[in-house]
T-cell receptor, first 110, second 118 residues
Framework: RKEVEQDPGPFNVPEGATVAFNCTYSNSASQSFFWYRQDCRKEPKLLMSVYSSGNEDGRFTAQLNRASQYISLLIRDSKLSDSATYLCVVNTGAGNKLTFGGGTRVLVKP | GAVVSQHPSRVICKSGTSVKIECRSLDFQATTMFWYRQFPKQSLMLMATSNEGSKATYEQGVEKDKFLINHASLTLSTLTVTSAHPEDSSFYIC??????????????FGPGTRLTVT
């Protein structure tokens, strides 16, 4: 089983719609969680950290469920520019290494 | 946010040659730098972790004699791919983290280096 698993998609989303997807992690000792965004042939960019209480940043909402070991990302009012691969990233605390999920591809269409 | 640069952004080399990739933190001191590799349609895979002034820690399956990492200063780490082969063709990305080792400071990624070995 992979340490961090994501649905690869693609999620085809009409512009203006809401899309949500999850990521599961296997190490219950994981300490920090992040969502990164990666555009084609570019480096990952931090979208948001995920806090235990859940957090919101504009149209993006992240949730953490420690009991079930998953995190989620919800995008409201999708824009064409939201098309990207969203990487779930977990810091297990061991050497503060980040473990990346395979990414979820989102395609927002007019 | 913090800025990390990589050089070169793209390199093509012949099989058997060596290639050096530089990773620099431009506006902060990076106590730890990480080197990742990403093959097409796959996620980032950590290759090694380097702390300034000490030897790099390599992930399982990564040959330390083939991928030489030097982190001689708080703003520069280099990855040298020795005796490159076509299967080493990949997108190499570094990231840098400041703060105290063992903290959970965010990592900032460089723009990546696309290596093609012919």
């Amino acid at each position: 089983r992979k340490e961090v698993e994501q649905d690869p998609g693609p999620f085809n989303v009409p512009e203006g719609a809401t899309v949500a997807f999850n990521c599961t992690y296997s190490n219950s000792a994981s300490q920090s969680f992040f969502w990164y965004r990666q555009d084609c042939r570019k480096e990952p960019k931090l979208l948001m950290s995920v806090y235990s209480s859940g957090n919101e940043d504009g149209r993006f909402t992240a949730q953490l469920n420690r009991a079930s070991q998953y995190i989620s990302l919800l995008i409201r009012d999708s824009k064409l520019s939201d098309s990207a691969t969203y990487l779930c990233v977990v810091n297990t605390g061991a050497g503060n290494k980040l473990t990346f999920g395979g990414g979820t591809r989102v395609l927002v269409k007019p | 946010g913090a800025v990390v640069s990589q050089h070169p952004s793209r390199v093509i080399c012949k099989s058997g040659t060596s290639v050096k990739i530089e990773c620099r933190s431009l506006d902060f001191q990076a106590t730890t730098m990480f080197w990742y590799r990403q093959f097409p349609k796959q996620s980032l895979m950590l290759m090694a972790t380097s702390n300034e002034g000490s030897k790099a820690t390599y992930e399982q399956g990564v040959e330390k004699d083939k991928f030489l990492i030097n982190h001689a200063s708080l703003t520069l780490s280099t990855l040298t791919v020795t005796s490159a082969h076509p299967e080493d063709s990949s997108f190499y990305i570094c990231s840098a983290r400041g703060g105290v080792a063992g903290s959970s400071y965010e990592q900032y990624f460089g723009p990546g280096t696309r290596l093609t070995v012919t």
